[in-house]
């Protein structure tokens, strides 16, 4: 099974409407990351959780916003998506004792907002 | 502010020649640089980390660079193959003013013809 998995794997959705991306590890990780991936702009960061108290604005998190379940689960809500959060959606961990950084990513999720 | 420059154009070579793929940085120390690769639609998957205190890291026939001074790093796969055909991300991590995130590159596309 793979250590990080993302849900669903492609969305279409319309304008306004809400919606929820969820991410679930396996790696026993503390932190974990949301990022979307749109051509010619590379990974951008929404959101990074640290541990689940901890929730930190990334570089783009305007009409996006996270629940950190458990350590195990991170999810990426859209309360009223938009045309232009179309896009390649991004789950990550990284072991935080490690200090390297080093990241692994979910398989993605591609969302469509009509 | 921090930036990643990596070339933007694809880069294209004969199977069994040297791949190398140029990552530069600037207004940023970081204590790590990692490479990345990605295949279209899926995550971006680890490949190897080089430390500041590092000059050359190797693994199987990649080999990684890391000029300080230069602030840039090299990318060498070696008796490229088509399978090596990807999109490779660099990302920087560590320093001062950026614990616990990575800032990534828009990757470079390498592919390789038989």
């Known amino acids: 099974d793979a250590d990080v998995t993302q849900t669903p794997r492609n969305r279409i959705t319309k304008t306004g409407k809400r919606i929820m991306l969820e991410c679930s590890q396996t790696k026993g990780h503390d932190r974990m990351y949301w990022y979307r991936q749109d051509p010619g702009l590379g990974l951008r960061l929404i959101y990074y959780s640290f541990d689940v108290k901890d929730i930190n604005k990334g570089e783009i998190s305007d009409g996006y916003s996270v629940s950190r379940q458990a350590q195990a689960k991170f999810s990426l809500s859209l309360e009223s998506a938009i045309p232009n959060q179309t896009a390649l959606y991004f789950c990550?961990?990284?072991?935080?004792?490690?200090?390297?950084?080093?990241?692994?990513f979910g398989p993605g999720t591609r969302l469509t907002v009509l | 502010s921090q930036k990643i420059e990596q070339n933007s154009e694809a880069l294209n070579i004969q199977e069994g020649k040297t791949a190398t793929l140029t990552c530069n940085y600037t207004n940023y120390s970081p204590a790590y640089l990692q490479w990345y690769r990605q295949d279209p639609g899926r995550g971006p998957v680890f490949l190897l980390l080089?430390?500041?205190?590092?000059k050359e890291k190797r693994k199987e026939r990649l080999k990684v660079t890391f000029d300080t001074t230069l602030k840039q790093s090299l990318f060498h796969i070696t008796a490229s193959q088509p399978a090596d055909s990807a999109t490779y991300l660099c990302?920087?991590?560590?320093?001062?003013?950026?614990?616990?995130?990575?800032?990534f590159g828009q990757g470079t596309t390498l592919q390789v013809k038989p």
């Open positions: 080089i430390r500041e205190n590092e």
């Open positions: 990302a920087l991590a560590g320093g001062s003013s950026n614990t616990g995130k990575l800032i």
């Open positions: 990550a961990t990284s072991d935080g004792t490690q200090g390297t950084d080093t990241q692994y």
